[in-house]
């Protein structure tokens, strides 16, 4: 038997398949890449494909395709893109229709087969689909997180980066509150290597970049008529690898808050520790009165998504 960790990734789409390959290519443990049973052979082709690249790359991964929730049985680790993209127009929250349901169902095989897991929910509209994962399953918080902030903060310094010429490497910042469109840049702890992101860009080409960054899904959607994949499977390997690896790494994750910020019984983007034991530490850093009113705003708007989840009898 092997003494490998085990990462389950559920729904093995355009982001669950590139998910399978950094995990593979990292050597983060072994892969089950599941999806519905009409998607089984799907499913099943691509974690063969993944395999056979182990020979030309060189990684050490076993990775299998099923749409069997034994197979996924004692997961390490459990990232959960079954659902939905959005199509060009659509809202993410115009998916909760069809994405509730399904992680209802994704939930009842994590709680049934997969209990110890750290659970990463990346299906949209996503704060309130961790909320349902979280609620449904009964995991504990520190267990339990959606990956949003990691990528809303990568688009925010990359448009930094472009703009001000330096490299993406040096810029540091900092996307809290849900993912939407009234997601919270934090200018307060945006830097480029420690120097201040405002003294080195000028305060409408900020407020340009912000604005670009809030609708940053939306113009990959109109473009390619399907969500990015790329970026957020990158996004949620850094936090499952910090998790593996105990990297005890501060990253933006919408986590359950319980009055932390001023919130309670909402998942929402905030800066937290994740290391071995999941969510270590939430962080209650400063913001200004600007920020804070901008959370605020993109709180009502999750809390008004949640509370749809909330109100919606099981089928
Ligand atoms: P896609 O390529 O369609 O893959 C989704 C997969 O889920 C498909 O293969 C489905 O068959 C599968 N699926 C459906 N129901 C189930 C089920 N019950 N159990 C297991 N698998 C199932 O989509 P995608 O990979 O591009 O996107 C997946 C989700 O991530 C969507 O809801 C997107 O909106 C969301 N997304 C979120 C972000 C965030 O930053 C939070 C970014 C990009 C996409």
């Given amino acids: 038997m092997s003494t490998r960790k085990k990462i389950a990734l559920i729904g093995a789409g355009n982001i669950g398949g590139e998910l399978a390959a950094l995990c593979a290519r990292k050597e983060l443990g072994d892969i089950v890449l599941f999806d519905i049973p009409a998607k089984a052979d799907f499913a099943k082709g691509k974690a063969l494909d993944l395999e056979q690249n182990s020979s030309v790359i060189g990684y050490d991964a076993k990775i299998t395709g099923s749409s069997d929730w034994k197979d996924c049985a004692g997961a390490d680790v459990v990232i959960i893109t079954a659902g939905i993209p959005r199509k060009p127009g659509q809202s993410r929250d115009d998916l909760v229709a069809t994405n509730l349901p399904i ?67 040096d810029v540091r910042a900092m996307v809290l509150g849900g993912h939407g469109d009234d997601m919270v840049p934090v200018l307060s702890a945006t830097t480029i290597n420690g120097v ?34 790329y970026a957020p499977a990158s996004a949620a390997v850094a936090m499952a690898e910090a998790f593996l690896l105990d990297q005890k790494r501060l990253l933006p994750s919408a986590v359950y808050l319980d009055g932390e910020y001023g919130y309670k019984d909402l998942f929402m983007g905030v800066p937290v520790i994740i290391g071995g034991r999941g969510v270590e530490k939430i962080l209650e850093i400063k913001l200004t009165d600007d920020e804070k009113a901008m959370l605020a705003k993109s709180a009502k708007s999750v809390q008004g ?4 989840v909330k109100a919606t009898p099981a089928a």
């Fill in 196 to 229: 201040a992101a405002t003294e080195l860009i000028a305060r409408e080409k900020l407020d340009a970049i912000i604005a670009r960054t809030r609708t940053g899904g939306g113009e990959i959607v109109k473009l390619m008529g399907t969500s990015a994949y």
């Fill in 103 to 169: 992680i209802r169902s994704v939930a009842a095989g994590v709680k049934e087969h997969c209990p110890d897991a750290f659970v990463i929910v990346i299906s949209n509209p996503l704060d309130a689909m961790v909320y349902e994962l979280k609620r449904a399953t009964g995991l504990p918080r520190e267990r339990v997180v959606g990956m949003a902030g990691v990528l809303d903060s990568a688009r925010f310094q990359l448009f930094l980066a472009r703009e001000a010429n330096v490299s993406i490497k």
């Fill in 305 to 308: 998504i949640t509370d749809v």
